[in-house]
């Protein structure tokens, strides 16, 4: 069983920055990508950045440049540095990590979600 639980989110202004973290625990063997998608009230859930074990990138083109995604495999910890926030950027944040337990099963988990909120 693993667990992915999200902290960080938060009310800031225009302009203002943020970093969200996710820590996963359980019976972890190891984590491959690991990554940040968010969803806006009435719209769909989409990929905000991603990471791979290797470190290689992907960003969404709304947020390139604004966000950056790091990862802490000591840990088993994967941020999301969010600088010159847009209203846009309002909505809850979820983590994802791809993970294989102790047991070798591979398993896509989920956070429940942290909120995200960005003001004028």
């Known amino acids: 069983q693993v667990q992915l639980v999200e902290s960080g989110g938060g009310l800031v202004q225009a302009g203002g920055s943020l970093r969200l973290s996710c820590a996963a625990s359980?019976?972890?063997?190891?984590?491959?990508?690991m990554g940040w998608y968010r969803q806006a009230p009435g719209k769909q859930r989409e990929l905000v950045a991603s990471?791979?074990?290797?470190?290689?990138?992907n960003y969404a083109d709304s947020v390139k440049g604004r966000f950056t995604i790091s990862r802490d495999n000591a840990k088993n910890t994967v941020y999301l540095q969010m600088n010159s926030l847009k209203p846009e950027d309002t909505a809850v944040y979820y983590c994802?990590?791809?993970?294989?337990?102790?047991?070798?099963?591979?398993?896509?988990?989920w956070g429940q979600g942290t909120q995200v909120t960005v003001s004028s």
């Open positions: 994802n990590a791809e993970v294989m337990t102790i047991v070798r099963v591979t398993t896509d988990c």
């Open positions: 990471i791979t074990s290797g470190g290689s990138t």
């Open positions: 359980g019976m972890i063997f190891s984590i491959n990508a």
